[in-house]
């Protein structure tokens, strides 16, 4: 039976999904027929190798579940200065799962991987910024990652930098540069972007007033927020909007939402 998922503080929260995508996918038939085959490469000092392995030691599926040899093969890539290992060491600090519990341990791993260039560790470090988790509590260095982040087109990275750009949070406020930010992780699915426009249209304050476009996005990130919080407060906004609407408003709302989804889901090419 596999070991269940780790739940991190906000901070780490998106570390150990990164870090597993990564692995799965060199893990795959195609690159490691067998545990054996991954093995001999991590042996043979590849990095991604060594990581896969050791996710796979941890999450006791392919390989008996040990802990110890996870946090081993996840150290010997970390100590090559893989990214996503690091981010994985990052969490295991943060939960206390195979090493001790320890916030300054788990802020300095996660620090290195957002300096090797881990979108999802530089956004993660941000925000470990602006909550002073495990580190100092500063918003400029916050800005600072998400910005890294944002340049690398994270969708995250976007959203929480546009916010800043809004609020004037360790940076000088800019409306347009915070609306085109927040657009642009909208239109990549980021349901938070997506609420913040909801509710910019609504009010009519940085953007014009337009209760057609609110309802899109409300609705939109009800359909593509993660966690049931978000999703029924995104529900409830867009119902509230739709009741101050006229079926006109409400059939162009419509049209704007299936033109998003059928965009999105479009074959490239």
Known sequence: MGRPALTFPTAAAPLLAAAAAVAMLLASPALASSIAD??????????????ALGLEFYRGDEAPADMQRAVT????????????????IASLYAEGAGVP????????????????GLSQAQVALGRAHDEGNGVARDEHEAVRWYQAAAAQGDAEG???????????????????????LLR???????ADAQDDLGRLYEDGGALPLDLVQARKWFVLAASN?????????????GLRVKAKMSVIEIKASDDGIQAWSAKRIQPAG
């Open 158 to 180: 976007q959203h929480l930098l546009g916010q800043a750009y809004l609020y004037g949070r360790g940076v000088a406020r800019d409306a347009p540069k915070a609306l085109g």
């Open 225 to 237: 927020c993660k966690t049931s919080r978000t999703c029924d407060a995104a529900a409830r906004d």
């Open 73 to 88: 093969w996840f150290r010997k890539a970390a100590d090559q200065g893989y990214a996503p290992a690091e981010a994985m």
């Open 101 to 116: 519990y320890d916030r300054k341990q788990s802020a300095a791993w996660l620090r290195r991987a957002a300096s090797h």
């Open 38 to 51: 991954l093995q001999a490469k991590a042996e043979a000092g590849q990095a991604p190798a060594q990581m």
């Open 184 to 190: 642009a992780a909208a239109e990549k699915g980021n």
